[in-house]
């Protein structure tokens, strides 16, 4: 009898250890989700801008109007979450994602379309769109996601090159664009390394209008000092080429500026190399190279 009674303490007792084990597998099984927030917090670098001096206060809506995030598996892509300037909730994104490594890639920027992130190492824009590429910031890093709820706060870094290019002398009256074709540079970044990934044709076309003679381009160098060439071209309304220049070897550097000022219609040579032109560095802001053509 006695003996029976232990069989059945022993039986009991196996059942009990069996139904707390299975209850510890239900509250962690494979594949659980926690929730994950990610909040764009800050910026590397201040926007370029003539106006803007460095250590001035930016909001996150100064810097960028649209915000791509997307979240990989490996090469697979998990999320993919697009906010624009007014969405309540910009700049935070709240996601429940399953415990394990992910690789996470932000972009700021201010196109008309939104970034296309088809990998955690190569990001494009739409060429579509009449300005193709804008001032534009990333994030790239990896996350371990536990069994508790995280709050991630992300510094983005500028990836691109501006470049900016001013005419002194007066529009003829049938110039309707400025047509800037340039090659050298890329049109997709790689949020792992920061920098290009494919050689790029870019062309930026802009209305002409006479109390605007200031034009900016953007470029993602392959290296961190890269150069590019660039034809510049003024058009009338039936594309017929008005004045054309050339500018070979133009620098451009991650997060600067480089700058050429001069008469484009005025006279003048229509090609130029580094040899003829003199570069000055703005003690201000360290970000711009001033070049006279």
Known sequence: MKQMKNLVMFGAMVIAMASCQKEAVQLLPEGTKNKVTFKVSCFEQIPFGTETKSGSAQTLEDLCTKLNFAIFDGETKEESIVQTIGDEGFGTVSL????????VVVIAHNGDASASITSPDKVSFSNKTTTKMTDTFYYYG??????????????????????RFNITDEFPENATQMKFYYTGGSSTLNPITGLGCVNSKQTEIFAVTPSDKRFEMFTFPHTVNDTLSLKVSALDSLDNVLKEHEFNEVPVTVNMITSYSGEFFTGGTSSYTMSQIAIAANGEWAGEKNIEY
Not at 96 to 103: E, I, N, P, R, S
């Open 142 to 163: 990896e996350i371990t996601v536990g069994k508790d709820a995280q709050i991630y706060d992300l510094n983005l870094e500028r990836a691109v090159a501006m470049i």
């Open 96 to 103: 429940q994602l399953k415990q394990g490594v992910h690789q």
